[in-house]
């Protein structure tokens, strides 16, 4: 079986191509470590630059258009393919895309360079309308960044530390396995945790409106979506609102003598 520094060195921008698509496909793939190796190997010698920056760039076009197309096409539901794994994914969804709006340019810009924000972005640009010429452009931009700056690291780098690469690659593998495996399990378990530590009785309409009717001191917080609360035509009266994604920064404006009612979707 070949080892991951071989296959680069015979194939070095196909694989490249390949770790870059997978990657921003979504798949939990090292693709910058990928680079970086191609780097080392372009120092070398075997490796062409030009090719492994193209790879680098087409893989990643390919992935981001084809997420861009999907979330202009399905909606936020899209970004909750993203946010599954994190403890609040309305919180996950509602960052991002404040994020974006504010500044989409620098956000697409930078998004190579900040670990789950690549693969949110592409489908938020494609659910909020941006125009597909200016996505190109701006993430064609962000994927060639992303691709100097990796290749760049293992050709000023890399010469030296190849051969030791060669030998720690299995380590570092299983290292990385072990790693990904603790992350998953460490956050269902927190969950889990949260859940039984933290979880509040659910009422319906019903017992709502029965407790406001009889004058009891209720406070109800709207925690839809924004996606969900611009879109209704219709809020509890005297409602708090406070999208997800800023609970935290308003917890302090509960009146702790009232009973507290979290309205989400």
């Known amino acids: 079986m070949h080892s991951l520094i071989d ?23 090292p693709a910058f470590a990928v680079l970086v190796l191609a780097g080392c190997l372009v120092a070398e010698g075997p490796v062409s630059l030009p090719l492994t920056l193209l790879g680098a760039t087409a893989g990643t076009l390919a992935a981001d258009m084809a997420w861009f197309y999907f979330g202009r096409r399905r909606g936020r539901r ?21 994020l974006f709006r504010s500044r989409s340019t620098a956000t ?24 597909a010429w200016k996505f190109v452009l701006l993430d064609a931009a962000a994927s060639v960044i992303w691709a100097v700056l990796g290749v760049g690291l293992g050709i ?3 010469v030296g530390i190849l051969s030791r690469l060669e030998s720690m690659q299995r380590v570092l593998f299983w290292l990385l396995v072990t790693l990904s495996g603790g992350y998953v399990v460490s956050r269902l ?24 009717s009889s004058g009891n001191e209720v406070l109800v917080v709207d925690l839809r979506t924004e996606y969900a609360f611009l879109r209704s035509d219709v809020a509890v009266p005297g409602a708090l609102r406070i999208p ?19 309205y989400c979707t």
């Open 78 to 98: 899209t970004l909750y393919l993203f946010c599954k794994l994190s403890l609040n994914p309305d919180s996950c969804v509602g960052r991002t895309e404040k």
């Open 156 to 158: 000023a780098f890399g």
């Open 108 to 131: 697409i810009l930078t998004s190579k360079l900040i670990p789950g924000l690549n693969t949110l972005v592409p489908p938020l640009a494609g659910i909020l309308k941006m125009p």
């Open 189 to 212: 378990l927190y969950g889990r945790y949260l859940v039984k530590h933290y979880a509040v009785p659910k009422i319906d309409s019903a017992e709502l409106l029965e407790k406001i």
């Open 244 to 262: 997800p994604a800023e609970f935290v920064q308003h917890v302090h404006r509960l009146p702790p003598e009232k009973e507290i009612v979290l």
């Open 7 to 29: 296959l680069v060195r015979a194939h070095g921008s196909l694989v490249v191509l390949a770790a870059s698509f997978l990657e921003n496909a979504g798949l939990p793939l």
